[in-house]
């Protein structure tokens, strides 16, 4: 299922660095301007650190500017209800509100479209049919991943998170060819397909993937690429500033960026912008567009920009794959778990004093536990662990997979809310 070389969504795909960055200084100039006369936040902030919104400006003039991350967000947004000040275009110009765990409410104004080339340059073309099982449910992904999809021509299924067997026979009865969804949730389809009889590689028809939400181990994409004869192809993505940020060719060597956005790679606690090649968190500021104030968001994700030219003639620079998790935000399964959210759930538990939830990896698979102490040993452990799992479910969108009773004084007074114990190799 190898991509031709030299199959581009549009010429931009190429276009010498010197005129891409003579564009995105452009934008960026033009896109701080408009935050500037429109975004109360924004106008705040550039006057806070005396930043004028010139046509001068550059990509390193944003390191004045402070990063703003999911929590500042979120506050942003209770002090200023509903979008925290970053509301940039008439409210009537809004085609969707999208609600992410927080809660963090983002909009998107009509007539914007990020991921056509990501799912371009991962194969899907007219005559595909792909299955997009990223919810449709309040999260920008379904919708947006779907009119990406549309764009290279595919036919899509409308899937939705849920029913493994339900997907099977989908698979099976439409001879779906093309699979969008997380990594972990496209192998535990394949054990069940095996687990009911069937061989995947000959009875079904998937011949290309596509991943985001969580990072594809090599050990999986091994897997999938070698045991099942698939394409793999996965895109980075962040809600909050709009979407999709890059995505990988088929040198599957980094992820290239869109000129879309302002991707910085910095120093998590200065800010200040980090050389190609050094790791740092990844800040995203969107100028494609003037609906959004938001400028310098901290992503909390780990990477290196990559400024070597790539073997698929894409000339736009790269980010590795991610690398780790800066600050308390911690993605299970596809969902960011912030620390502050985890906390006010389990302060509404009177009998639990304290608490801490450890990711870990099992099987290829994201798990999440949640170890808990109680005030009052008489407590009904197993009601009171169902209330949590499913308060946890509702609230931060991740099921735990088990709660566990320790005894008094084991979670250290000084503990991390969520301790992230997964590694990626
Ligand atoms: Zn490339």
Same mark, same amino acid.
């Given at each position: 299922m190898a991509i031709e070389q030299?199959?581009?969504?549009?010429d931009s795909e190429v276009a010498p660095q010197h005129v891409r960055q003579e564009y995105q200084r452009r934008k960026l100039a033009e896109a701080l301007k408009y935050a500037y006369l429109h975004s109360s936040s924004a106008r705040n902030l550039m006057d806070f650190v005396g930043l004028e919104p010139s046509?001068?400006?550059?990509?390193?003039?944003?390191?004045?500017l402070p990063i703003i991350r999911k929590t500042d967000l979120i506050e942003m947004q209770k002090a200023n209800p509903p979008f925290g000040g970053l509301l940039?275009?008439?409210? #009537?110009?809004?085609?969707r509100i999208f609600v992410s765990p927080g809660p963090i409410y983002e909009y998107q104004p009509s007539g914007i479209q990020w991921f056509a080339r990501s799912f371009y340059a991962a194969?899907?073309?007219?005559g595909d049919i792909v299955v997009n099982?990223?919810?449709? &449910?309040?999260?920008p992904a379904g919708l947006l991943f779907h009119e990406g999809l549309r764009q290279c021509g595919a036919t899509v299924v409308v899937m939705g998170t849920g029913n493994t067997d339900a997907l099977l026979q989908t698979l099976l009865d439409l001879r779906v060819n093309g699979f969008l969804g997380t990594p972990t949730f496209l192998m535990s389809v394949i054990k069940r397909a095996e687990e009911m009889g069937y061989n995947f590689s000959r009875d079904f028809a998937l011949k290309k993937t596509w991943f985001t939400g969580e990072m594809l181990p090599p050990s999986l994409r091994k897997a999938f690429e070698e045991n099942y004869h698939l394409s793999t192809s996965q895109a980075y993505a962040v809600?909050?500033? @709009?979407?999709?940020i890059a995505y990988e060719c088929q040198e599957k060597s980094g992820l290239h960026l869109l000129d879309d956005y302002i991707v910085e790679i910095v #120093?998590? &606690?200065?800010g200040r912008q980090m050389n190609p090649g050094e790791v740092g968190e990844i800040v995203v500021t969107p100028i &494609?567009?003037?609906?959004?104030?938001?400028?310098?968001?901290?992503?909390?994700d780990m990477s290196t920009l990559i400024t070597e030219p790539c073997g698929c003639g894409r000339t736009s620079y790269r980010i590795s794959g991610i690398v780790g998790r800066a600050g308390d935000a911690v993605k299970v399964r596809g969902m960011f778990i912030v620390a502050k959210q985890a906390e006010q759930v389990m302060s @509404?538990?009177?009998?639990?004093?304290r608490f801490q939830i450890i990711v870990d990896r099992e099987d290829d698979r994201d798990d999440m536990r949640v170890k808990v102490e109680l005030k009052?040993?008489?407590?009904?452990r197993n009601q009171l662990a169902n209330e949590i799992s499913e308060k946890i479910q509702n609230i931060c969108r991740v099921r735990p997979d088990s709660i566990e009773f320790v005894e008094p004084?084991?979670?250290?007074?000084?503990?991390?809310?969520i301790e992230d114990l997964r590694k990626w190799e």
């Open positions: 030299g199959q581009y969504f549009d046509p001068n400006i550059t990509v390193e003039d944003l390191e004045r940039a275009i008439p409210q #009537d110009e809004i085609e194969g899907f073309r007219k099982t990223f919810t449709y &449910h309040m999260s809600t909050e500033p @709009g979407g999709a #120093d998590a &606690h200065t &494609h567009n003037r609906s959004w104030g938001l400028i310098r968001f901290g992503t909390g @509404g538990f009177k009998e639990v004093s009052n040993d008489a407590t009904d004084g084991t979670i250290p007074e000084r503990r991390k809310t």
